[in-house]
């Protein structure tokens, strides 16, 4: 079974930084990609950042230069580290794990239940 479990969400005000964790566990021995979504209040969910198996990494455009991906060596935990926050970053923040190919009858991606972050002006 599956679990991804995020943590570190907080209120902060604007220009201030918190850091994301998300806990992967299951099957983590499979090769995976993992990336963070965010979704605002009556917004549609929208990708934040991501870091391959291989790590790679891809940020949108709107967190470029403020918000670093990385993760442990074990790669059973992934961190998101934000900077410079704006109100306009206000959201739950979810993490995604995405198995690309078979592995222990994992396929499809498989959602955390999200942490909250808000920052005021």
């Known amino acids: 079974q599956v679990q991804l479990v995020e943590s570190g969400g907080g209120s902060v005000q604007a220009g201030g930084s918190l850091r994301l964790s998300c806990a992967v566990s299951?099957?983590?021995?499979?090769?995976?990609?993992m990336s963070w979504y965010r979704q605002g209040a009556g917004k549609e969910r929208e990708f934040v950042s991501a870091?391959?198996?291989?790590?790679?990494?891809s940020y949108a455009d709107s967190v470029k230069g403020r918000f670093t991906i990385s993760q442990d060596n074990a790669k059973t935990t992934v961190y998101l580290q934000m900077n410079n926050l704006k109100p306009e970053d206000t959201a739950m923040y979810y993490c995604?794990?995405?198995?690309?190919?078979?592995?222990?009858?994992?396929?499809?991606?498989?959602w955390g239940q999200g942490t909250q972050v808000t920052v005021s002006s």
């Open positions: 299951g099957y983590t021995s499979c090769g995976y990609d």
């Open positions: 995604k794990r995405t198995q690309r190919t078979w592995c222990f009858a994992l396929l499809g991606d498989y």
């Open positions: 870091i391959a198996s291989a790590g790679g990494t």
